[in-house]
């Protein structure tokens, strides 16, 4: 069936350190991906998407691309900050069920200042 | 702008007993979804209503009931509370571009 493998965290990093946080899918179609973001105590937000392959999603300093080739939907960020510790979710969806949503474990990121 | 609000926050719940986990939006949505949160599981899609009057049920459906009576509310209810079903709950909506999650409800079978 249709899944979502993401790194296993925590991952704990400094400040201004490179961010990535890996995620590969398996599916039968073109799902669009996502990458939900949840604060502690708090529901999950959108952080960004991609619908089709070569695609790249964009958000607060955080990039994504899709990459069909390699079933890949990795998260990055150049420099975080203390404000960016939480938990990241990689997803996919299909079609016009966009709410429908494929969730992989979740990856609990922590910045030191 | 409240868009999706879930109620109660949190609830301690007899085993056996029954209870109904409250969810409304706002945004006028055609699409609804339940999902559960568990540690080391992230998360998974109980049930689900691509519109007023129907619904579907998703990963996980046993012990759990749904009804969408109207565009606005889609509640959840356990008839009969088993400590497996200690969870966080989270009520989503969609407009079939961005999806919406409400704050939760963290709900503990005893």
């Known amino acids: 069936g249709d899944s979502v493998t993401q790194m296993e965290g925590p991952v704990t990093l400094s400040e201004e350190a490179f961010l990535t946080i890996n995620c590969t899918y398996t599916a039968t179609g073109y799902p669009s991906l996502f990458w939900y973001v949840q604060y502690p105590g708090e529901g999950l937000q959108l952080l960004l998407k991609a619908t089709k392959a070569d695609d790249k999603g964009s958000n607060k300093g955080f990039e994504a691309t899709y990459r069909k080739e390699t079933t890949s939907f990795h998260l990055e960020k150049g420099s975080v900050q203390v404000s960016d510790s939480a938990v990241y979710f990689c997803a996919l969806s299909f079609g016009g069920s966009q709410g429908n949503l494929i969730f992989g474990k979740g990856t609990k990121l922590s910045v030191k200042p | 702008t409240a868009g999706i609000t879930q109620a109660p926050t949190s609830q301690i719940l007899a085993a056996g007993r029954s209870m109904t986990l409250r969810c409304t939006q706002d945004?006028?949505?055609?699409?609804m979804y339940w999902y559960r949160q568990d540690l080391g599981l992230g998360l998974r899609l109980i049930h689900y209503s691509n519109t007023a009057g129907t619904t579907g049920k998703g990963e996980v459906p046993d012990g759990y009931s749904v009804s969408r009576a109207n565009t606005d509310d889609f509640p959840l209810t356990l008839a009969s509370a088993v400590p497996s079903q200690t969870s966080v709950y989270f009520c989503?909506?969609?407009?079939?571009?961005?999806?919406?999650f409400g704050q939760g409800t963290r709900l503990t079978v005893v």
């Open positions: 945004m006028r949505h055609n699409a």
């Open positions: 989503a909506s969609s407009d079939h571009r961005v999806t919406f």
